[in-house]
């Protein structure tokens, strides 16, 4: 168990809808980070949250977008869903940006 | 730009044998950060091992090592007498200042390991 929790553990919506995972870091990790699983396009780094700022972005979606608040748990919240978007959704904590990073299991969403 | 190359998709091997899942990566900086993670069927991604850019030394961990050859722009990673439990998907990944964790890094396709009784 990596500390690191994520729910829900699975979804399933259909397409246009919106929905939210939520991710509750490591006690003491103030930088979460997103990425989205894939068969197509692998494991991609979304975006990264340091302390409630926005740190880094990577391949983050419009559609998409994520927050930090102030207790450090993030939310990524994904809007109308296409079927494309069905992936392992991850999320990671970390103390700083120097330190280890600890995956959560994954939110697995389906798109149908 | 960043990029890992995992040739190996797939490997089977029976118990006992060694096994050795390739890594190679590219990079335009001098100082970078190399990982290891295992996903096993459970699909949550373990952290093996992270090597910064100025350590070339392997390293030997149980039945896990590590060969890092900056001259090839590889990482290897050995398995010695496999078990079945070390069937996972294995993932490579290269993160450059200033994260020098996995957080926000390029992961390469990973290696889906097969080890059969």
């Known amino acids: 168990d990596s500390g690191v929790t994520q729910t829900p553990k699975h979804l399933i919506t259909a397409t246009g809808q919106r929905v939210t995972l939520r991710c509750s870091p490591r006690?003491?990790?103030?930088?979460v980070y997103w990425y989205q699983q894939s068969l197509d396009q692998g494991l991609q780094f979304l975006i990264q949250y340091y302390n409630g700022e926005e740190r880094a972005k990577g391949n983050i979606l419009e559609r998409f977008s994520a927050q930090q608040f102030p207790d450090l748990h993030s939310e990524l919240n994904l809007s109308s869903l296409e079927l494309g978007d069905s992936a392992l959704y991850f999320c990671a904590s970390s103390e700083g940006v120097n330190t280890e990073a600890f995956f959560g299991q994954g939110t697995r969403l389906t798109v149908v | 730009a960043q990029k890992v190359t995992q040739a190996q998709t797939e490997i089977s091997v029976v118990e006992k044998e060694d096994v050795t899942l390739d890594c190679v990566y590219e990079?335009?900086?001098?100082?970078?950060?190399l990982f290891w993670y295992k996903q096993p069927p459970s699909g949550e991604l373990v952290f093996l091992i992270r090597r910064n850019s100025f350590d070339e030394q392997n390293e030997i961990s149980g039945r896990y090592s590590w060969n890092f050859q900056k001259s090839t722009s590889s990482f290897n990673f050995t398995i010695t007498a496999s078990q079945v439990v070390d069937s996972a998907v294995y993932f490579c990944?290269?993160?450059?200042?200033?994260?020098?964790?996995?957080?926000?890094?390029?992961f390469g396709d990973g290696t889906t390991l097969t080890v059969k009784p």
């Open positions: 006690s003491g990790d103030l930088s």
């Open positions: 990944a290269l993160s450059e200042p200033p994260n020098t964790n996995a957080g926000k890094s390029t």
């Open positions: 990079t335009r900086d001098t100082t970078y950060y």
